[in-house]
């Protein structure tokens, strides 16, 4: 079964700590997103990455960090500088990559739930 | 830079009644128009996307949205909704000048009466 698939479903994170989300796809898609959910406010975007070993900053970057060292691959760190971290985490993909055609049909993992103890 | 409103935070609808959510974009070019759907602690499915060509569209569940440029506007609708149809309702905008970013409006939460 292709898909995208988001580990853990629930994380705690302890003050000061950095903790890792975990987002893999077998879409073979060139895109993959981080999207940050909270009550009312829709999704807003952390990070993405249209091509392996490059990424860019979203809207709300600040106190997170990402790597994308394989294709399949785009995991989400929630630094000790991030101060509200409670919230849904939502990973995304894409097919569209720098040099094809557009096509912004993202489809959307299940979704970590950060909570702080 | 795009932006996309959803002006309803909540609507009750009765079942087998007809249902209507509201979404405004901004944009200064043609966008690229999404619905989402979204079950309580679920990731996002994709209900119908709007491109180009014609500006009624046809997506799963029985949910359309018509794309009307005059009023910045791609409205769902969905004939008769069913118990199942309770979740929260996200539009989104699109576009390859903006790096392929989709932003999403604040969602709609619809509550199904039986």
């Known amino acids: 079964d292709g898909g995208i698939t988001q580990s853990p479903k629930y994380l705690f994170r302890k003050e000061g700590q950095n903790v890792t989300l975990s987002c893999e796809q077998n879409?073979?898609?060139?895109?993959m997103y981080w999207y940050r959910q909270d009550p009312g406010q829709g999704l807003r975007l952390i990070y993405y990455?249209?091509?392996?070993?490059?990424?860019q900053k979203g809207d709300i970057a600040e106190g997170y960090s990402v790597s994308r060292e394989k294709k399949e691959s785009f995991p989400l760190t929630v630094t000790s500088a991030q101060k509200n971290p409670t919230a849904f985490y939502l990973c995304?993909?894409?097919?569209?990559?720098?040099?094809?055609?557009?096509?912004?049909?993202?489809?959307f993992g299940p979704g970590t739930r950060l909570l702080v103890l | 830079a795009q932006s996309v409103t959803q002006p309803d935070i909540h609507i009750t609808v009765s079942e087998g009644a007809s249902l209507e959510l509201r979404c405004n974009y901004s944009?200064?070019?043609?966008?690229?128009l999404f619905w989402y759907v979204q079950s309580p602690g679920q990731g996002l499915q994709l209900l119908l996307k709007?491109?180009?060509?014609?500006?009624l569209v046809q997506g799963i569940k029985g949910f359309e949205a018509e794309f009307k440029r005059s009023q910045s506007s791609f409205n769902l609708r969905k004939p008769s909704v069913h118990w199942s149809d309770a979740a929260e309702y996200f539009c989104?905008?699109?576009?390859?000048?903006?790096?392929?970013?989709?932003?999403f409006g604040g969602g709609t939460r619809v509550l199904v009466k039986p």
């Open positions: 995304a993909s894409s097919s569209t990559g720098l040099a094809g055609p557009f096509q912004e049909t993202q489809y």
């Open positions: 879409l073979n898609h060139d895109a």
């Open positions: 990455s249209q091509i392996v070993n490059d990424f």
């Open positions: 944009y200064g070019a043609t966008p690229y």
């Open positions: 709007y491109f180009s060509g014609d500006t």
């Open positions: 989104a905008v699109g576009a390859k000048a903006a790096g392929n970013k989709l932003t």
